[in-house]
């Protein structure tokens, strides 16, 4: 039959046969095409290449999760005896992963403050494997001057590896700053419509190689229904950041103006502490804010329980807003000492910009910050 589809098929096969043993033993040594899913599959391998082709890089590697990604290229990347030194403010899952669980495989990993180059600098002075990066950081969208610590570590033979997902492909390159492995939850913006759980790690032929290795036997491969609605996200994927990078910039400016508001952290602000670094190394300024209320705990769960459009939700990144009060969820973890450390209070709010009327998030806002 003539004609081809547009759009990829979704290949459900979890093996694939072969029309003789020759053929087999070929794609067993050499990768040469498909065996077994959890190898590799059509749809994945398809979603891979269009995350790689997006970075820039020769290969991507897909996951089930944001977190079988980051752990699985890390454990690939990372030997005995080795060194992890990583940002303090990295996602939960992250931390807990680099700090409770590698120093059991007698891995040393060590936690330094994102703005402190000088201990960075000495830290890996010490010894380093790999260095973790992620910015902005999350919930206070602090963005890392990350272009001297990579070359500080590849002075010292190490793999730098950057989680770059609240930034997602449109507002942040990797490549351009010699990342060697960027990581994506793509649960948030790649796949942008709140229904999939998945993650890639994006790399050249060698590290993707490598972290293969690990995928297949690890096993926290991509399913190939989630690599097709990856694969759709992406489609729309630039023209969706443009629209929450515009709708954040305007939210971020009313709530600015608010005066029960006493600071937002939006790189985009030139109020922001970070906004050159930010003009610098961003190519826009994305869809995530936070902001403190001039209220107590209570206060502010009253606002969290008056928004109606926006919705009260943990993750980020669809096409819906989103809101939380990172206190109550994605840093419950951690003990009022750490959180105030990490400058985290009981009256902060993240925000997760949708694609939605901006004027209309506004109006939501408006009446919310009404009833405190
Ligand atoms: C959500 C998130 C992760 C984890 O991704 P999952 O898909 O939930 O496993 C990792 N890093 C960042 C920055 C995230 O926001």
Redesign the pocket.
């Known amino acids: 039959m003539k004609g081809k589809p547009v759009i990829p098929p979704v290949v459900f096969s979890a093996t694939y046969r072969f029309e003789d043993s020759d053929e087999l033993i070929d794609v067993v040594q050499h990768r040469s095409g498909y065996l077994y899913s959890r190898w590799d599959n059509p749809t994945v391998r398809e979603a891979e290449a269009m995350l790689a082709q997006i970075e820039g890089y020769e290969a991507g590697v897909g996951f089930g999760?944001?977190?079988?990604?980051?752990t699985t290229a890390v454990m690939a990347l990372v030997q005995k005896g080795g060194r992890v030194v990583a940002q303090t403010e990295?996602?939960g899952?992250?931390f807990q992963f680099l700090f409770d669980f590698l120093p059991k495989f007698g891995i040393e990993t060590v936690a330094v403050n994102c703005h402190d180059k000088n201990r960075f600098m000495a830290e890996m002075e010490k010894g380093i494997s790999v260095l973790y990066l992620?910015t902005p950081t999350?919930p206070l969208l602090r963005v890392v001057d990350i272009v001297p610590l990579i070359e500080a570590a590849h002075a010292k033979g190490a793999v730098v590896i950057l989680?770059s997902?609240?930034a997602s492909p449109v507002n942040q390159h990797p490549k351009d700053f010699d990342v060697d492995v960027v990581?994506h939850?793509?649960?948030?913006y790649l796949g942008g419509h709140h229904d999939i759980?998945?993650?890639f790690a994006v790399c050249d032929t060698d590290l993707a190689t490598a972290i293969w290795k690990y995928r297949k036997i690890f096993g926290g491969v991509m399913d190939p229904m989630t690599a097709f609605l990856a694969i759709r996200g992406m489609q729309t994927l630039d023209i969706r950041i443009r629209q929450q990078n515009e709708n954040a910039m305007k939210v971020a400016q009313f709530l600015q103006s608010e005066k029960k508001i006493r600071v937002v952290n939006y790189p985009g602000l030139p109020s922001h502490p970070d906004h050159e670094i930010a003009r610098k190394q961003m190519r826009g300024f994305g869809g995530m804010l936070s902001f403190d209320l001039d209220a107590d705990f209570d206060a502010t769960k009253k606002f969290m329980d008056s928004l109606k459009k926006i919705k009260l939700a943990t993750?980020?990144?669809g096409v819906t807003s989103l809101a939380n009060q990172p206190i109550t969820n994605t840093h419950a973890a951690l003990s009022p000492e750490d959180r105030a450390k990490a400058g985290i209070s009981e009256s902060l709010v993240r925000l997760s910009v949708g694609i939605e009327d901006a004027n209309e998030l506004i109006e939501d806002l408006k009446q919310a910050l009404g009833k405190i």
């Open positions: 999760s944001g977190m079988a990604a980051i990295i996602y899952g992250t992620e999350n989680d997902t609240f990581i939850s793509a649960t948030k759980t998945a993650g993750s980020l990144g």
